[in-house]
């Protein structure tokens, strides 16, 4: 109806105002978005960082887009917390008695998961330069750095909301991350994938981090990107529409 | 009849091989306090899902305000509002917090007024600024409801607006309803406890098996059983006038 339509987008901002402010409410979110991945780079970088030998001097550099994919990662977890803990109490059915944009309960969460992890990156980067992470990269490369870390938020935040909409228990809407937190690690985001047994090594070259890693590693590096960055693209691409059309049918299930 | 804001016509629902509505009928006459009642699992929470747009029923016809509930729902979300069986309230935000939410939802033009003034018809201006999860049970059920008055629905439903309530504020929640009806709000409102039809309906359908099996008015409801016999018997107090006599007025803080 045209009421609902008009009101979309003053709905979804009081929507964005609510969880965003569940974000800055919980410590505990804070902590494990940001202060994990910075953790994780200070261990990588001043502990095991002499021993890996990357092909760079300078590990911070090789190291940080690795670290930012770990820190969405997680930070799309919490949008499946959030999610599960909506449908668990009895908001979500407030909202949808209620004269309001139906997608709107869902697009908020999905903003939020956006902006909040752009925070996230924004302190993590920050982070890095006083580290020494330097970039040569210009403004079109930053802009395409931006653009590809959005697109990775998107389409996780989407398999976010699929376990988030389906999830029985608090546990199950956040273990759909572990594996994907893991993938960096089996990937060229900490070290060479030449360094690795053929086995894990094919693994790791054909694998959606890899690609992401490596794009967003030459953007900042000043480096052509090749055609990789292509592939990098067309798996956040396909893993978001695949995800999309599957939480809006979940949704559209569970809000029947 | 013309003033009968909510009609009901054979609504039948069922979960895969679980019958739960058998073909429902009963109306609702504006101004009026309306109680279902009937046993756990009976279907209430059911009809309530049908009626406020949630679910969509298997076949028969419903309308609220004229509106059917299948085929209109924007219509019939406009005047109505729904304080469902588990407080539907932010734990994270406060309590003036959550109310100028639902009121920027409802696209009201004063949000900060509108919940200055729920606020302290529920008293609850002094928890305003404190987070609902610090909030106390009957607090959590008034800012619940609270929270269904932003905008002045012309239709609330209640489902089971008591359960998990100490009697204190259970009377709070019976106090409100019977002004919401003063001030001519149509309450539906669903419950297990009989006392509570007794205190707060017009009237009082029973649900059971999925019909409706007795629907009128208290005294209606009254004259279908044998007429009462008169006995002498001393009555006791019961514990909650007990309870009640002891804790005083004192209200939670």
């Known amino acids: ?256 | 009849m013309q003033n009968q804001v909510i009609r009901v016509e054979g609504l039948k629902k069922s979960y895969k091989k679980l019958h739960v509505l058998n073909g429902v009928d009963f109306g609702v006459e504006k101004g009026n306090i309306f109680a279902l009642l009937g046993s756990n699992g009976a279907g209430k929470t059911t009809i309530v899902n049908i009626l406020t747009t949630l679910l969509k029923q298997d076949s028969g016809t419903a309308t609220v305000n004229g509106f059917n509930v299948a085929s209109k729902p924007d219509y019939v979300r406009q005047s109505i509002s729904l304080t469902g069986q588990f407080a539907a309230v932010d734990e994270i935000l406060t309590g003036r917090e959550n109310l100028i939410m639902i009121a920027r939802l409802r696209h009201l033009k004063n949000p900060r007024q509108v919940a200055d003034g729920l606020l302290r018809r529920f008293e609850l201006t002094d928890a305003a600024d404190r987070r609902v999860s610090t909030y106390s049970g009957g607090m959590r059920r008034r800012l619940d409801i609270a929270m269904s008055l932003v905008g002045n629905p012309q239709l609330i439903f209640l489902d089971e607006p008591t359960t998990g309530l100490d009697p204190q504020a259970r009377i709070e929640v019976w106090r409100t309803v019977k002004e919401l009806a003063a001030n001519g709000t149509t309450v539906f409102l669903t419950t297990q406890h009989l006392e509570e039809a007794e205190q707060l309906a017009d009237r009082i359908a029973i649900l059971h098996e999925g019909r409706i099996i007795a629907n009128g008015t208290l005294g209606d409801l009254k004259q279908l059983f044998p007429p009462a016999k008169v006995e002498y018997v001393e009555k006791q107090p019961s514990l909650e006038e007990v309870f009640l006599a002891i804790v005083g007025k004192k209200e939670d803080k």
């Open chain 1, 1 to 256: 109806m045209e009421t609902a339509r008009t009101y979309f987008v003053s709905d979804t901002s009081v929507m964005l105002g609510r969880s965003m402010r569940h974000v800055f409410r919980s410590m505990d979110t804070i902590i494990t978005v940001t202060i994990m991945p910075i953790a994780l780079m200070l261990l990588f970088v001043y502990v095991f960082g002499g021993a890996i030998h990357a092909g760079s001097d300078n590990y911070v550099n090789y190291l940080l887009p690795g670290i930012l994919l770990i820190a969405i990662t997680s930070g799309t977890s919490y949008t499946a917390y959030r999610l599960f803990m909506d449908m668990q109490q009895g908001i979500f059915q407030r909202f949808h008695s209620m004269p309001i944009a139906r997608s709107a309960a869902l697009s908020g969460h999905v903003l939020t998961s956006l902006v909040s992890n752009a925070v996230s990156v924004v302190v993590i980067i920050l982070v890095a330069l006083i580290m020494g992470f330097r970039s040569s990269a210009g403004v079109l490369s930053w802009l395409a750095v931006v653009g590809m870390l959005g697109l990775f938020t998107l389409a996780l935040t989407w398999v976010a909301a699929i376990a988030g909409l389906s999830a029985k228990s608090v546990d199950g809407a956040g273990a759909f991350s572990y594996p994907i937190m893991f993938l960096p690690f089996v990937s060229s985001a900490f070290v060479p994938t030449e360094s690795m047994p053929s086995v894990v090594r094919a693994f790791a070259e054909n694998q959606p981090v890899t690609s992401i890693v490596d794009a967003i590693r030459s953007l900042l590096g000043g480096q052509p990107v090749g055609n990789g960055i292509w592939l990098a693209i067309a798996w956040c691409l396909g893993i978001l529409v695949v995800a999309y059309a599957v939480a809006t049918r979940v949704y559209g299930r569970r809000m029947a």
